[in-house]
């Protein structure tokens, strides 16, 4: 028996219908860019080069930082963080710099949060850790090694910047032989 019940049919024509006419104008319109510039040098839109380098540069390496934090920049150059970049720890410079000028503060750790900050590098729970490059501690066994409260936190006897700095000296005053 013939059913008059096809307005399901209807439905996905008009679908079928809506999306044809989507493509036209998404690569007719939107797209025509892509399809002028597409196959210029390859297999891909030509333009998307200059997209790219049209982006504001936010990550820096560490050279800027000198100019304005001699103290900390030194420090850090010369102790076993030197390999570190500045902006993991503090965030990025084009939120804190523009022209040559400062625009915004850039985020400081302060007391428990330097403890997780340390720790996401050194916490010996990380398994995935190449171990003779990332020394890792136990806490809080590591502050009962050094007969210590388990409140200290980890920049009262390593200097953030260059974390054997103080202990380096410390050793050297009582003819402790430094770690390598
Ligand atoms: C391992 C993380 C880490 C790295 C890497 C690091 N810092 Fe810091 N920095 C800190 C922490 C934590 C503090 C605040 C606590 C302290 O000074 O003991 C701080 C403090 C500072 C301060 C003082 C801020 C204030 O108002 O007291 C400046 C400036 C600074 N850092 C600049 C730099 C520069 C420049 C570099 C790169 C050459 C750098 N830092 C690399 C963690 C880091
Ligand atoms: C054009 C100079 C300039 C450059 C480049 C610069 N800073 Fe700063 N920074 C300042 C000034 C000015 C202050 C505020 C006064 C101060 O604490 O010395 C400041 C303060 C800071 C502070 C303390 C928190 C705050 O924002 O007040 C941190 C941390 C810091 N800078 C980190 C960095 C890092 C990391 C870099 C490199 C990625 C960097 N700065 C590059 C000028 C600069
Ligand atoms: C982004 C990861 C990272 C963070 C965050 C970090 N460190 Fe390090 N730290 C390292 C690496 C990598 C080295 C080893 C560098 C090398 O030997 O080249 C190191 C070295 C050290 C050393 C020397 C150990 C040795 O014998 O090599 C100490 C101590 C240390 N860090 C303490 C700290 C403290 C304290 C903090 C927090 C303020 C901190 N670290 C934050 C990655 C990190
Ligand atoms: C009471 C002082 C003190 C505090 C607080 C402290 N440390 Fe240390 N740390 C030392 C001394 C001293 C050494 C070097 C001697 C040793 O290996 O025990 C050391 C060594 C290290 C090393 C190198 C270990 C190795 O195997 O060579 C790492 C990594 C480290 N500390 C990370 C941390 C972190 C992260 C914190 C904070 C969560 C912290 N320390 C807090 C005194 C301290």
């Known amino acids: 028996m013939k059913s008059n019940y096809n307005s399901h049919v209807w439905r996905v024509v008009f679908g079928l219908v809506v999306l044809l006419i989507g493509v036209i104008l998404w690569f007719g319109v939107v797209k025509n860019r892509v399809i002028t510039s597409f196959g210029q040098y390859g297999h891909y839109r030509a333009d998307a080069i200059d997209d790219e380098a049209q982006r504001e540069i936010r990550f820096m390496t560490n050279a800027p930082c000198l100019s304005c934090h001699a103290y900390e920049t030194r420090l850090h150059d010369n102790g076993r963080h030197k390999t570190i970049s500045c902006e993991f720890c503090h965030g990025v410079l084009a939120d804190h710099v523009k022209d040559n000028k400062k625009i915004g503060?850039?985020?400081?750790?302060?007391?428990?949060?330097?403890?997780?900050?340390?720790?996401r590098c050194h916490n010996k729970a990380i398994q995935a850790r190449p171990k003779d490059v990332i020394k890792t501690v136990v806490m809080p066994d590591h502050l009962r090694d050094q007969k210590v409260k388990e409140t200290h936190i980890c920049n009262q006897c390593h200097l953030v910047h260059a974390p054997f700095y103080y202990i380096d000296h410390a050793n050297r005053i009582l003819g402790i032989q430094e770690k390598n």
Do not use: F, G, M, T
């Open 105 to 119: 503060a850039l985020p400081v750790k302060k007391r428990e949060e330097i403890k997780v900050l340390c720790l």
